[in-house]
């Protein structure tokens, strides 16, 4: 992977990286399109937070409308290789969405573990895909830990963030496709919404390695952007010690953990980066919907 062989390669989705990801050719999704998406200069933000340049990636772009397609495009090819026949996920909704939605067209079963209080339009969309949903009485955690008492006692393939390592995989392509799209110039700050943690920890590992590769000569610093009622990760980073639950209350459903799966991972990304955590009420989640929409 250099960038010579990338400003030759025509394919515009995330195999692009292909050669960086733990995945065998002959198993790679061939459709739909996920990855590279748009990424937008958002100059009036800017203007108003005091800001030289800010941009904006859009992975609402992916076949899910959700960053969690990178994850789960690698999965399901592992999933393929391997030639299993069940594939398994604990989740708020959008994980869940797309492993549906991915493996639609494939020879997989899913079965969709969530908790009773998922959006009814999040589980519409799962049963539209061909998924088996488990609606858990209790919280995401409780359907975490239910997903994987089953997928032991079934054998089958379990996706659950925190538990297969492949999803870090695919989310450290939204690393690569961010300092690729900026002319392997890295932004000073990256912020990233945290939930399970997942995603930071992904895109941190995506920054080291483009660092390793020689692509880049410097790393950003990574800021979690937690929900003031779901903020195990940024507790852990100012007060130190280990991840404690948290109620997990917030409007920000995605993102809404009470214990993170990935938490750990997390703290250590935003601590290696040198970067912080900030927690949001959810009145300024709401707010900053449409000023987000009008850029």
Do not use: H
Not at 129 to 157: N, P
Not at 158 to 180: C, D, Q, V
């Amino acid at each position: 992977l250099s960038r010579r062989s990338l400003a030759r390669c025509a394919d515009r989705s995330l195999w692009r990286y292909a050669p960086a990801l733990p995945v065998a050719e002959g198993a790679r999704l061939a459709a739909p399109q996920i990855g590279w998406t748009p990424l937008y200069e958002a100059p009036r933000l800017a203007a108003a937070l005091g800001l030289r340049r800010l941009v904006v990636k859009d992975d609402g772009r992916n076949p899910s409308a959700s960053f969690k397609d990178r994850a789960n495009a690698v999965v399901l090819a592992r999933a393929l290789g391997q030639k299993e026949r069940t594939v398994t996920t604990a989740s708020t909704g959008n994980a869940a969405s797309s492993l549906a939605c991915l493996a639609a067209g494939l020879p997989l079963k899913t079965v969709i573990f969530v908790p009773q209080t998922a959006p009814e339009a999040k589980v519409a969309q799962l049963l539209v895909f061909g998924a088996t949903v488990v609606a858990v009485r209790g919280t995401y955690d409780d359907a975490f830990d239910l997903c994987g008492q089953a997928a032991a006692e079934y054998g089958w393939y379990n996706r659950s963030t925190g538990i297969n390592p492949f999803t870090r995989e695919g989310k450290k392509t939204g690393a690569y496709e961010l300092a690729e799209q900026l002319g392997w110039q890295v932004p000073d700050l990256v912020f990233v919404p945290v939930g399970d943690g997942n995603i930071i920890s992904g895109m941190w590992k995506g920054f080291t390695d483009l660092r390793e590769l020689g692509l880049i000569e410097r790393l950003p610093k990574l800021v979690a952007v937690q929900a003031e009622g779901s903020a195990a990760v940024k507790n852990a980073l100012e007060r130190g010690g280990a991840i404690r639950p948290v109620s997990g209350r917030t409007v920000a459903d995605s993102i809404s953990v009470s214990l993170p799966r990935d938490g750990t991972a997390a703290v250590r990304a935003v601590r290696e980066s040198g970067g912080f955590a900030v927690a949001v009420k959810d009145s300024e989640i709401l707010a900053a919907i449409p000023e987000l929409a009008r850029g």
